[in-house]
Antibody, heavy 119, light 113 residues
Framework: EVQLVESGGGVVQPGGSLRLSCAAS????????MNWVRQAPGKGLEWVSC???????YYADSVKGRFTISRDNAKNSLYLQMNSLRDEDTAVYYC?????????????WGQGTLVTVSS | DVVMTQSPPSLPVTLGQAASISCRSS???????????LNWFHQRPGQSPRRLFY???ARDSGVPDRFSGSGSGTEFTLKISRVEAEDVGVYYC??????????FGQGTKLEIK
C-alpha cells in the first residue's frame, strides 16, 4: 500500500525557516517524480515544486529562491526547506507522487502538514 | 502560465440528480506527445485531494462509474449522473500538459440542497 506521511509543520515567524519531510512507502520511491502542493486556509490548491527521479527540479515563481526541494532515495524521503517565510506561505503542505508517464501530482497524496507563518 | 477556469464556483444539487462541472484552459492542453494531461480531483472537507480522472477520461481505481470525464482542447467537463451524499466537497481540474507550473482550477464546491 502506497503511503505518504508529511511532517515538520508548525508555527514560524515571518522571515523564519522550516523544513518539511515526506516519508514514502509501498512503492519504488527512486523511480517517481515527487511534488509539493499547498493549500492556504479556505483556498484552492497551488503546486509548489517537483523533483524528478533524476533530481531535475522545478519551482513555482512564488517560492523560487526561497524554497529548496530535495530527496533522499536511500531513506525514501522527500524534503522541502522553506526559508524567508512570508504570511502568504501559511498553508497545508501536501506531498504528492507523480505518475509513470506524467510527473504531475497524481493518485497518491499525503495527509498534509500545516505551516503557519505568524508573528 | 496556463490558466484553468472552472464553473460554477458553487453547485447545489439534489440527491439523485445529475451534476456537471466545466473546466476551461487558456490554451490547448494537447501535449506534443499527443496526450491531453487534464486531471480531476475531489477533496472532501478535512481530507486530502483524491484524483478521479487523468488524461481527461481515464478513471482512477475505485471511482464509481456514475462519474465521467470528457472534453478536448480547451474545454473539459466532469459529470456525475446521480449525486450521492458522499460526493460533497470541492472538485478541482488540473493541467499537466504545459509545465512548470502545474496549474489548478479555482475549485467547484458541490453541496446537497
Amino acid at each position: 500500500e502506497v503511503q505518504l506521511v508529511e511532517s515538520g509543520g508548525g508555527v514560524v515567524q515571518p522571515g523564519g525557516s522550516l523544513r518539511l519531510s515526506c516519508a514514502a512507502s509501498g512503492f519504488t520511491f527512486i523511480t517517481y517524480t515527487m511534488n509539493w502542493v499547498r493549500q492556504a486556509p479556505g483556498k484552492g490548491l497551488e503546486w509548489v515544486s517537483c523533483i524528478s527521479s533524476s533530481s531535475t527540479i522545478y519551482y513555482a515563481d512564488s517560492v523560487k529562491g526561497r524554497f529548496t526541494i530535495s530527496r533522499d532515495n536511500a531513506k525514501n524521503s522527500l524534503y522541502l526547506q522553506m526559508n524567508s517565510l512570508r504570511d502568504e506561505d501559511t498553508a497545508v503542505y501536501y506531498c504528492a507522487r507523480g505518475g509513470i508517464t506524467s510527473g504531475s501530482p497524481g493518485g497518491y497524496w499525503g495527509q498534509g502538514t500545516l505551516v503557519t507563518v505568524s508573528s | 502560465d496556463v490558466v484553468m477556469t472552472q464553473s460554477p464556483p458553487s453547485l447545489p444539487v439534489t440527491l439523485g440528480q445529475a451534476a456537471s462541472i466545466s473546466c476551461r484552459s487558456s490554451q490547448s492542453l494537447v501535449h506534443s506527445d499527443g496526450n491531453t494531461y487534464l486531471n480531476w480531483f475531489h477533496q472532501r472537507p478535512g481530507q486530502s485531494p483524491r484524483r478521479l480522472f487523468y488524461k481527461v477520461s481515464a478513471r482512477d481505481s475505485g471511482v464509481p462509474d456514475r462519474f465521467s470525464g470528457s472534453g478536448s482542447g480547451t474545454e473539459f467537463t466532469l459529470k456525475i449522473s446521480r449525486v450521492e451524499a458522499e460526493d460533497v466537497g470541492v472538485y478541482y481540474c488540473m493541467q499537466g500538459s504545459h509545465w512548470p507550473p502545474y496549474t489548478f482550477g479555482q475549485g467547484t464546491k458541490l453541496e446537497i440542497k
